[in-house]
Nanobody, 121 residues
């Protein structure tokens, strides 16, 4: 049974930091690209950051470059999103996504249920 469980969300003041975690199970974690998405109220879901096997290359949306860092621990089957210098516009539900395996043409998509991040004074 595939599971992606996000944690670490909460209320933080502008300029503060949070680290989100997504613990995965039920698939070969190291073979999957992991992406953090977010969805703000009344807005479409958007990609935030991706980390890809086997090189662990990363991509970020422009608005978070230099502030957010995605990383993964394959032994712990967990992906992280370190968020610094948070802004009110970062407020959203953050979702974890797994896509893979990277070596296959027939890739699966798995989603977590999300964790809420609120940036407010």
């Amino acid at each position: 049974q595939v599971q992606l469980v996000e944690s670490g969300g909460g209320l933080v003041q502008p300029g503060g930091s949070l680290t989100l975690s997504c613990e995965a199970s039920g698939f070969t974690f190291s073979d999957y690209a992991m992406t953090w998405y977010r969805q703000a109220p009344e807005k479409e879901r958007e990609t935030v950051a991706t980390i890809r096997p086997p090189t662990e290359s990363t991509d970020y949306r422009d608005s978070v470059k230099g502030r957010f860092t995605i990383s993964r621990d394959n032994a712990q089957t967990t992906v992280y999103l370190q968020m610094n210098s948070l802004k009110p516009e970062d407020t959203a539900v953050y979702y974890c996504n797994a896509r893979g395996p990277y070596w296959s043409l027939d890739r699966m998509d798995y989603w977590g249920k999300g964790t809420l991040v609120t940036v407010s004074p």
